[in-house]
């Protein structure tokens, strides 16, 4: 039997949605907002309600009846860590999804719970999140830094990559929970995550952590220096968490985190811009590698996701350095609105538990 299932991502001037029948798209479709039209709701998860009133009517453009769905799934945001997999929304989700303290900040994709739940609620049907940015799986040796003060977290495009790494594995003949892969996304920020049988069990925290730089983020930094620059006068720490997650690598050096613009500076012969680029790609082979330790050398396949995966310039420079280790594989893009999809619609399979939130 074949599922409808409606997905929502939201961003913050867009709320990407997506209507599967089983594993086939009905659409799929990208609703743009005005800052100036969210200004007046005061707080992100304010605009739910604004949110879900356009979600219904592009639904209705399309011919899709409410109705006709048999789950709704949201974008998991800043829940606190959980396992990966598919996870019914609950009060306690919402609860610190609304939670300022809980990370800090509240993240746009925080609202696809709440958007997901209000037409669930609605239509009685069942509510999911699928692998939201904070999953985590780490065996504990991979929590410890080198002081008791800071704990190793867990933060990467886990969306994406459990994704991909569920059709790796099928494209190899394997089961998901026994295959070993290195999986790379490559967009603003870049994640390199070992997954052992399954589990995301290593991974470099593609926000503000270690492992490589990208086009927009700092990634690891000889921490002597780093505090020089914090404690110089020149920037607020509000100033310096931006410049370090936003303007940082490639834009930093290259004035641009554009790999379209970036690739045709290196082909027109800019060598400022090749050996800044080698250097990033230098830093994700380097991050592959250590994976490949974590995983003790049983590597099964690695595989590279995020718009960057488009530049062949890129993809060669990280393969002639980790060729050696694994067969490399190539998914330019991300899938995420399919992701979601295929989440809710393994639950209503019965080819997986939806996990209740634990806390």
């Given amino acids: 039997m074949s599922h409808r299932i409606l997905a929502i991502n939201p961003g913050s001037t867009s709320t990407k949605i997506a209507v599967y029948d089983g594993d086939k798209p009905v659409f799929e479709k990208t609703l743009r907002h005005d800052p100036a039209e969210l200004e007046p ?41 959980v396992s990966g997999g598919t996870m019914k929304i ?14 800090g900040r509240i993240h746009a994709s925080n609202l696809g719970a709440f958007i997901a739940d209000a037409i669930a609620q609605e239509l009685q049907i069942p509510g999911f999140i699928v692998d939201p940015v904070v999953v985590d799986e780490f065996d504990d040796i991979a929590r410890i830094s080198g002081i008791p003060e800071i704990e190793r977290k867990s933060l990467l495009h886990a969306l994406n990559i459990r994704y991909i790494a569920r059709l790796l594995a099928a494209e190899l003949g394997r089961k998901f929970n026994e295959t070993n892969l290195i999986g790379v996304h490559m967009g603003g920020g870049i994640s390199v995550a070992a997954i052992l049988q399954g589990r995301v069990v290593d991974v470099n925290n593609a926000l ?54 970036i690739n045709k500076r290196v082909q027109e012969g800019d060598k400022k811009a ?27 396949g690695i595989f590279l996701s995020g718009g960057l995966v488009y530049n062949d310039y890129i993809v060669d420079k990280i393969r002639d350095r980790v060729g050696f280790i694994a067969p490399l594989h190539l998914y330019p893009g991300e899938k995420e609105m399919e992701a979601l999809c295929m989440g809710g619609a393994r639950v209503l399979a019965g080819l997986e538990e939806a996990k209740e939130y634990p806390y």
């Fill in 41 to 81: 709701f005061g707080g992100i998860i304010e605009q739910y309600d604004f949110r879900k009133k356009l979600v219904l009517e592009a639904m209705a453009e399309n011919n899709v009846a409410p109705e006709t769905l048999n789950a709704v799934v949201g974008r998991g945001g800043l829940v606190r860590p």
């Fill in 90 to 103: 609950s009060p306690n989700m919402l609860r610190d999804l609304k939670d300022p303290q809980l990370w």
């Fill in 208 to 261: 503000l952590g270690m492992g490589p730089f990208s086009p927009q983020r700092a990634g690891a930094l000889p921490i002597g220096d780093l505090l020089d620059m914090a404690y110089s006068g020149k920037y607020t720490k509000k100033e310096l968490t931006t410049y370090l997650t936003k303007t940082a690598g490639l834009m930093a050096y290259l004035g641009t985190d554009s790999g379209i613009e």
């Fill in 274 to 300: 090749a050996q800044i680029l080698d250097a990033m790609c230098y830093q994700v082979a380097k991050e592959i590698g250590a994976c490949a330790t974590v995983l003790k050398g049983k590597v099964h």
